[in-house]
């Protein structure tokens, strides 16, 4: 079993930044890749980055390239995503995700929610205008 705990959303102006970080504990040696995803109120949950835990090669939904950088301390099981720059539409539950124990299956593999079996409860940020 992995659990992950993600930290540092909360209340921010438009333009702001936030640093949010993800713990991974428990069986994280064989971790292929984790990621972050966003939902909403009322809308699904969606893909914003992923990084490779080997290689720390990353990939991001087009809307956040430029504004958002996921990163990894692979010393303490942990994933960061960089958020500058943000805006109103940036506002939803964030999400840390694993996929742990299985093989790397490409870079696009990991855009979807069923790439992953593990998930973090989420953190809440809000973007005020």
């Known amino acids: 079993q992995v659990h992950l705990v993600e930290s540092g959303g909360g209340l921010v102006q438009a333009g702001g930044s936030l640093r949010l970080s993800c713990a991974a504990s428990?069986?994280?040696?064989?971790?292929?890749?984790m990621g972050w995803f966003r939902q909403a109120p009322g809308l699904e949950r969606d893909f914003v980055a992923t990084i490779r835990w080997s290689t720390g090669s990353t990939n991001y939904a087009d809307s956040m390239k430029g504004r958002f950088t996921i990163s990894r301390d692979n010393a303490k099981n942990t994933v960061y995503l960089q958020m500058n720059s943000l805006k109103p539409e940036d506002t939803a539950v964030y999400y840390c995700?694993?996929?742990?124990?299985?093989?790397?299956?490409?870079?696009?593999?990991?855009?979807?929610?069923?790439?992953?079996?593990?998930w973090g409860q989420g953190t809440q940020v809000t973007v005020s205008s």
């Open positions: 995700a694993a996929d742990v124990g299985r093989y790397w299956r490409g870079t696009s593999y990991y855009s979807a929610v069923g790439s992953y079996n593990y």
């Open positions: 428990g069986r994280t040696f064989s971790t292929v890749a």
